[in-house]
């Protein structure tokens, strides 16, 4: 690939690290539909900055900095109302589908525009700044619950994302984290990172555990990280009577729906989608190791590795989290 060219406003960052993230798994088999060849993959990423546009005024040559992952345009409506996840024009590093194609940063440069670019703390590692991105979907995710002191809290699917909710949990005030997920090294780790009790969905009733450890009421929120049907009818059957439920996990467009159970317990779904603005707060809390990503981080690869990587990461290799590659 050629070195990329920017415009006025856009930077090109020499890349440090970045994460290969589930999406570009299934991108990697060409089941997601939005990883259209040919693509440069990659949008969990940090670098230096190493040149920048005539018209750049908020970083400059040498800046450490991490990038998000939506590409807003910055005027429209929903851009001026902070919610840039939503933006009608957004397109996201490393995806092409019929609209757009944005190559990402699984290359030694990446040029995005100056206003998706954040400096980093003096001293965070490269490697753990690439997973500021998943931590602001983490955040963004629980902030959409708005969390009260002192809840319960479950959270479906200890993968990447769900250990990363599991500590926004804790962060957020709730005293109780119950995580669910089928594979036992998972759950070890989501104890590690703060989760106070788990739930092996392979060897007992989810639900029914949940219900027991809650004296039968149930958790006020519920967090469903792995998208299927089994995932969402797990998360809304650990919900207490008029209790909040997040949908972060998208892996299938379309699933059955427990429609009765919602109603008649007058639950409350809030989707979740990338993150709107919660890079500071998630550049601080790693930082300060408030939510920590080192025990994430499977492997750390150079580029050239990269595609060994994946075939392990599609293979579903067991006690693989997070690979991280270094052009």
Not at 10 to 26: K, M, Q, T
Not at 214 to 229: I, M, P, Q, W, Y
Request: glycine residues 12%; aromatic residues 4%.
């Amino acid at each position: 690939m050629d070195r990329p060219a920017i415009g006025t406003n856009d930077v090109l960052v020499r890349v440090a690290a970045c994460g290969v993230c589930g999406s570009d798994v299934h991108g990697y088999d060409g089941s997601s539909g939005r990883r259209v060849p040919p693509i440069v993959m990659g949008h969990e990423a940090a670098g230096v900055v190493a040149e920048v546009g005539v018209g750049v005024d908020r970083v400059q040559v040498g800046d450490r900095v991490t990038l998000d992952s939506t590409i807003s345009c910055g005027r429209c409506e929903e851009c001026r109302r902070g919610r840039v996840n939503l933006c009608p024009h957004r397109r996201v590093l490393g995806v092409s589908c019929g609209e757009y194609r944005q190559h990402g940063a699984f290359a030694e440069f990446v040029a995005v525009p100056q206003h998706i670019l954040y400096k980093l703390t003096p001293g965070l590692p490269f490697e753990h700044a690439a997973l500021i991105e998943p931590v602001s979907v983490a955040l963004h995710a629980v902030s959409r619950l708005h969390i009260e002191p002192h809840e319960r809290a479950v959270v479906v699917g200890s993968g990447m994302i769900g250990l990363l909710v599991v500590q926004a949990l804790r962060v957020a005030g709730c005293n109780q984290v119950i995580a669910i997920d089928l594979e036992a090294s998972r759950l070890e780790l989501a104890i590690a990172l703060g989760a106070t009790a788990t739930i092996n969905a392979k060897q007992t009733d989810a639900v029914r555990a949940v219900m027991e450890l809650s004296g039968g009421e149930g958790a006020d929120v519920a967090v469903e990280v792995v998208g299927n049907a089994a995932g969402l009818a797990t998360a809304i059957g650990c919900a207490r009577r008029g209790g909040r439920v997040g949908l972060v996990g998208n892996l299938s467009s379309e699933i059955a729906f427990p429609l009765q159970t919602v109603v008649a317990r007058e639950l409350t779904l809030v989707g979740s989608c990338a993150s709107a603005g919660e890079y500071p707060r998630a550049i601080e809390l790693v930082a300060r190791g408030a939510i920590r990503v080192a025990p994430l981080i499977s492997a750390v690869a150079s580029l050239a590795d990269g595609p060994r990587w994946f075939e392990r990461l599609y293979g579903r290799e067991a006690g693989l989290l997070k690979v991280i590659l270094k052009p």
